[in-house]
């Protein structure tokens, strides 16, 4: 009895980090809300001719209603899925730079392809059938780590990607952050003594092991090695270096970030008409 008992009390912690968590976040939701009504406040004494001390006392009232641990819990929970987020759009990007390649050369499926030769010869049956082959080696690929899909698209295409040492720390060290953020929130972790009793340890949280401070630096290494992938396939692959176009595309789509402050400036539809077409005639092609 006294075994179980133990057993109940450890397995209670491990199952203590599911609602210790949904907590933090509800905190986040809450706080990121007082601040939506903070801001939308401020924003009406132009709308609405607000008077200057009822939106002072408007924006102070739902400021000072978000207490301490509630803002650490919204910085928290921010950082982690501005990681989780950044992550994914660079995973998309590698994916979608994959299945480019693949179309864009289907020979390059290998000998493992189901793809024949007699389906390249058919033009009816060619189109649906190696872009369900080249699907379903882009995902398999998908699966691989990050480092090893880039020597993929070295080896496979050529597209001479080469990253610096300290990239590599960098991705491997925020890519192994992202998946503990998806698959491992664990508090508490069960372990055995040397007497053969069943415990709980009490691990460090993952919000501990990244703060706001770290995402500019995720993003910075993220759109860098991006800008590397972008550089290896349009020079090495597409042969397009000597190309005015692509050195536009290159430093519109992938700039090399000195900061963030221009991050958060939503691209203008003149801008957006450029990247479409970087001479500005897109219906010149």
């Given at each position: 009895m006294e075994t179980m008992n133990s057993d109940l009390e450890s397995y209670a912690k491990i199952s203590?980090?599911?609602?210790?968590?949904?907590?933090?976040?509800?905190?986040?939701?809450?706080?990121?809300?007082?601040?939506?009504?903070?801001?939308?406040?401020?924003?009406?004494?132009?709308?609405?001719?607000?008077?200057?001390?009822?939106?002072?006392?408007?924006?102070?009232?739902?400021?000072?209603?978000?207490?301490?641990?509630?803002?650490?819990?919204?910085?928290?929970?921010?950082?982690?899925?501005?990681?989780?987020?950044?992550?994914?759009?660079?995973?998309?990007?590698?994916?979608?730079?994959?299945?480019?390649?693949?179309?864009?050369?289907?020979?390059?499926?290998?000998?493992?392809?189901?793809v024949s030769w007699e389906t390249f010869l058919n033009t009816r049956a060619r189109v649906p059938t190696i872009t369900e082959a080249v699907t379903r080696r882009a995902r398999e690929v998908a699966f691989w780590p990050f480092l090893r899909r880039i020597e993929y698209l070295n080896k496979t295409f050529g597209a001479g990607i080469v990253l610096a040492d300290d990239q590599r720390t960098k991705l491997e060290h925020f890519v192994s952050i992202r998946n503990a953020i998806v698959h491992d929130h664990a508090m508490f972790e069960p372990i055995m003594q040397g007497s053969g009793e069943l415990v709980a340890q009490q691990r460090r949280a993952i919000h501990h092991e990244f703060n706001e401070d770290e995402i500019e630096i995720a993003i910075k290494t993220f759109s860098a090695i991006a800008r590397s992938i972008f550089v290896g396939v349009c020079e090495r692959v597409l042969n397009v270096g000597s190309d005015i176009a692509y050195i536009e595309y290159r430093e519109r789509l992938f700039p090399e970030f000195r900061d963030l402050r221009g991050l958060s400036k939503e691209p203008s539809s003149s801008s957006g008409d450029a990247i479409a077409d970087p001479k500005g005639d897109a219906s010149a092609r």
């Open positions: 203590s980090a599911f609602p210790r968590g949904a907590l933090r976040l509800w905190s986040a939701i809450a706080t990121s809300l007082r601040l939506q009504i903070a801001l939308v406040n401020f924003h009406g004494i132009e709308k609405n001719k607000i008077p200057a001390d009822l939106l002072q006392l408007r924006v102070g009232t739902a400021l000072s209603s978000i207490s301490p641990p509630e803002f650490d819990a919204y910085c928290a929970v921010t950082a982690l899925s501005q990681l989780v987020y950044a992550t994914a759009l660079f995973d998309s990007y590698i994916t979608d730079t994959t299945r480019f390649l693949l179309i864009r050369d289907p020979l390059k499926l290998g000998i493992r392809s189901p």
